[in-house]
């Protein structure tokens, strides 16, 4: 088994199979979506056409959504993913949510949790769309000032209760919908159901991958992600590699990759963030230069599935700088990456 060519091409980074941004966030499962340019890009890359404008549309449709789920992190999801994935972390989001206020010194009693869920609520049924100095407005009518601290935590407690998910594509700010207004009602699913069919997708995307990947992935207990594997019990292949067990699903693919690749991969991308296991793509002694121990990721150079360098966009001109010392790069390859990267943010026709 090698785990770098079976993840590069589960994760879509070499010959992609999807055209449409959507069906690549519906296939990755949940995307880690720090960044909101970055985070355009890292599903762009994995489309067979990148092009920033062909995402707009489908965020702005409602096919992908950005929140808090797993991890209580920022992720973008399929839209219509979100009920469900929603209904299977809100303990586990609300529980880290209630510690993070709680180390804070924040307290939101209940009754002030609804009053200002109706203000936003109804500021959006007149606006459709909403930033968050709309919000802050939204309340000064209302005789209510409040710290943007806690005002986000207001803001999440609405994504949790299943008020609020994003709102259209804005250049460099979030901004806020209602959940009824942008996503048609889908039905929730049974526990295990859902379980299997993140794992499912987990496995798909992300494998070869561990049990702990999965566990770190998600953000649920072991015990639960142990019986989404089960569920899948004709559908895992497990492998041994180095005294790791992996999981793969048995549809991977075993072909397509090309030596030679270079990769642009942006910051707090799935390849290295959606794992426990990152030895396999980064070295440990060059893993610093991957992410720190505060889980900041900086974008990274990928040459053949191996983290070799790190770009910046400083003024918006591409640079790289390749730290590994027997990294044989070749340039040809490099600039072709670099230009579609650019292609993609100035190609405006879908």
Not at 33 to 51: D, F, I, L, N
Not at 89 to 105: E, P
Not at 321 to 345: C, G, R, V
Request: charged letters at 20%; glycine letters at 8%; hydrophobic letters at 40%.
């Amino acid at each position: 088994m090698n785990p770098v060519s079976a993840r590069l091409l589960s994760q879509q980074l070499i010959c992609p199979q999807f055209a449409s941004p959507h069906d690549v966030v519906a296939w990755m499962g949940a995307m880690q979506a720090q960044e909101y340019r970055m985070m355009r890009w890292a599903v762009g890359m994995r489309t067979k056409k990148p092009s920033a404008a062909a995402f707009e549309k489908d965020y702005n449709a409602g096919r992908i959504v950005r929140g808090h789920l797993f991890r209580t992190t920022w992720q973008l999801v399929a839209g219509e993913d979100w009920y469900w994935m929603l209904e299977l972390c809100r303990t586990n989001a609300l529980r880290g949510l209630a510690g993070w206020m709680k180390s804070n010194g924040v307290h939101i009693p209940q009754a002030e949790q609804g009053t200002i869920q109706q203000i936003f609520s109804d500021y959006l049924e007149r606006h459709r769309i909403a930033l968050k100095p709309d919000f802050v407005a939204a309340l000064a009518e209302k005789g209510i000032a409040m710290d943007d601290h806690r005002l986000s935590y207001h803001i999440r407690l609405g994504e949790y209760s299943g008020l609020l998910c994003s709102g259209d594509l804005f250049p460099m700010k979030h901004s806020y919908a209602l959940v009824k207004d942008k996503l048609p009602v889908q039905r929730l699913l049974p526990k295990e159901e859902a379980l299997a069919l993140l794992a499912r997708k987990y496995f798909r995307s992300h494998g070869p991958a561990t049990l702990e990947d999965f566990v770190w992935w998600s953000g649920l207990n072991s015990s639960e992600c142990k019986n989404g594997i089960e569920a899948l019990q004709t559908e895992l292949i497990q492998e041994h590699w180095k005294g790791l067990t992996f999981f793969r699903h048995r549809d991977s693919r075993a072909r397509g990759f090309r030596s030679g690749t270079v990769t642009l991969l942006p910051s707090y991308d799935e390849y290295l963030i959606g794992y426990k296991s990152r030895h396999v793509a980064v070295h440990p002694d060059h893993a610093h230069h991957a992410h720190n121990q505060r889980g900041i990721f900086w974008p990274v150079v990928l040459l053949d599935g191996k983290v070799i360098g790190n770009w910046s966009v400083p003024g918006g001109k591409l640079q790289v700088e390749i730290f590994h010392p027997e990294a044989d790069l070749h340039d040809e390859s490099l600039q072709t990456e670099i230009a579609l990267y650019h292609q993609f943010f100035n190609r405006r026709q879908l």
